[in-house]
């Protein structure tokens, strides 16, 4: 699909035309498990999208996996050159999570201090006004080596039923709790109200131009029909009123990389169930209509 401009150029040609034959405001890409060996093709079309959505007065986002150096320490980053992908987007999502993953030992999912360290890179290759900070909104049930990706509901479900204890990993800022069940132990590392708090900080700190959630529901995989995308100001929202958009599900292992910013200007209820999200944004204007597409 990107190995060639000749498939390029067809690639691209079928997106702009879905676009506008539906109508969409522009299109969101998050293309995963790329090799190094692809970073100048990806960027190339990339380049090349974008020049054609703006000619029909669309717009392109891009889902990049987070990184806090170039060229990354596995591929998926290698093969995403983040100043060049932000000299041709108009939005830049940074994944910033899945530092723990399914098939890693149990951990905080995304490390506030880690997080940071993504933003942090992500502004000195890309306009921060083109930054989305990703944030995490699932959870891991890690039992013998191996973690269950779950929900918010899964989550409280099994933090009721085993009588577990919630505590707060306070270097991570990150909530966690342990139980037994059937004789082996789990451990469980989760997204609520007071991380996704603490996470907003990072999108002042850095100036970025929004947060992005992922995502709503359970692990199957949702169709690609368009929703809107809710755009909500920036400040003092709290979580049961967020709006949301849909999106395939996501490629695990988005962080993987290893790396803390305070502050309470987003003020959620700690208790607060978070709401049904898949990859919503928040920030300043008005409601787009965008074609979420994952390869």
Not at 42 to 57: P, T, Y
Not at 73 to 89: E, L, R, V
């Amino acid at each position: 699909m990107l190995a060639t401009a000749t498939s390029r150029a067809a690639h691209i040609r079928a997106l702009t035309d879905l676009a506008a034959a539906k109508g969409y405001d522009g299109i969101d890409v998050d293309y995963e498990g790329m090799a190094a060996a692809d970073r100048d093709r990806f960027s190339a079309f990339v380049d090349e999208l974008a020049s054609a959505l703006h000619a029909q007065g669309r717009l392109l986002s891009v889902a990049v996996h987070a990184k806090t150096a170039e060229p990354g320490t596995w591929s998926g980053p290698q093969a995403q050159n983040y100043k060049a992908i932000g000299a041709a987007a108009d939005r830049v999502r940074l994944m910033a999570y899945d530092y723990s993953w399914e098939t890693s030992p149990a951990g905080p999912i995304a490390p506030l201090s880690w997080v940071d360290s993504v933003a942090a890179f992500a502004v000195t290759q890309i306009p921060a006004a083109k930054v989305e900070l990703g944030m995490s909104l699932y959870g891991y049930d890690w039992v013998g080596g191996r973690g269950e990706g779950v929900t918010h509901d899964v989550v409280t479900s099994r933090l009721t039923s085993f009588g577990a204890t919630r505590t707060w990993d306070s270097a991570a800022a990150e909530p966690t709790f342990s139980y037994t069940s059937g004789g082996s132990a789990h451990t469980v590392y989760y997204a609520d109200a007071q991380s996704v708090t603490a996470r907003l900080a990072v999108v002042d700190k850095h100036a970025l131009a929004a947060a992005a959630f992922w995502r709503r529901g359970g692990p199957r995989r949702l169709d690609r029909r368009p929703q809107p995308l809710g755009h909500q100001p920036h400040t003092r929202r709290r979580a049961g009123s967020w709006l949301h958009g849909e999106r395939a599900q996501p490629s695990h292992g988005a962080g993987r990389e290893p790396g803390a910013a305070q502050g309470h200007r987003h003020q959620l209820d700690r208790q607060d169930r978070l709401p049904p999200v898949d990859h919503h944004v928040r920030r300043r204007g008005g409601a787009e209509r965008r074609l979420r597409l994952d390869a």
